[in-house]
């Protein structure tokens, strides 16, 4: 079945430093790609996303490239934040017909923790 | 209308006790999306409704979970006699009707406790 594999967390890192959580995915047709954050509290926002092959995603210094040769969609940002802790997700969605449930397959979730 | 709102944020109850939740979608969102949160996982979908129809439902929705989406606004997810594996956060989307998906709203959840 399709299924999402994030890098396993807690991710920690100091201030400024470079960030990158790794994110593969099994699909049988072609997926939409997505990162979506959850800080503590709240609900699952979309961080970014991709819809075809070498789109690349970006919002608030982060970026994503969907990369079909490689089934990945890895999470880059390239100086965080203490501001940027929270959970990331990496997740897919299939096509759907057209009154179908456009399900989204979920990762784990990373944690990531910046320090000051 | 900011977003998706759902209710109650936090609901602790005993085993075998029913319980219901509400959402709130998006006002213009036709779609309209449940997903169950475990601890240290992701989501997993549990049913979806576009306007009033449930057309479709997880496995995992077992025959004490039952959701309703009256006139196609509000959505309310009832478990019937709770059991300690129901704990969970409760998460509620919504969307337009996209043949490609966009992502949703989620709405901030309510995390249910069984004791």
């Known amino acids: 079945g399709d299924s999402v594999t994030q890098m396993e967390g807690p991710v920690t890192l100091s201030e400024e430093a470079c960030l990158t959580i790794?994110?593969?995915?099994?699909?049988?047709?072609?997926?939409?790609l997505f990162w979506y954050v959850q800080y503590p509290g709240e609900g699952l926002q979309l961080l970014l996303k991709a819809t075809k092959a070498d789109d690349k995603g970006s919002n608030k210094g982060f970026e994503a490239t969907y990369r079909k040769e490689t089934t990945s969609f890895h999470l880059e940002k390239g100086s965080v934040q203490v501001s940027d802790s929270a959970v990331y997700f990496c997740a897919l969605s299939l096509p759907a017909l057209i009154q179908g449930a456009q399900k989204l397959v979920f990762g784990q979730g990373t944690r990531l923790t910046i320090n000051p | 209308d900011t977003g998706v709102s759902q209710d109650p944020r936090h609901k602790i109850t005993k085993r075998g006790q029913n319980v219901t939740f509400r959402c709130d979608p998006i006002s213009e969102h036709n779609r309209l999306y449940w997903y169950r949160q475990t601890l240290g996982q992701g989501p997993e979908f549990l049913t979806y409704f576009q306007n009033e129809a449930q057309l479709e439902k997880s496995r995992l929705l077992s025959d004490r979970f039952s959701a309703e989406r009256p006139k196609g606004s509000f959505s309310t997810l009832e478990i019937q006699r709770t059991e300690q594996g129901d704990s969970a956060m409760y998460l509620c989307a919504s969307s337009l009707a996209l043949y490609r998906a966009y992502g949703y709203t989620f709405g901030s959840g309510t995390r249910l406790t069984v004791v």
């Open positions: 790794n994110c593969t995915y099994t699909a049988t047709g072609y997926p939409s």
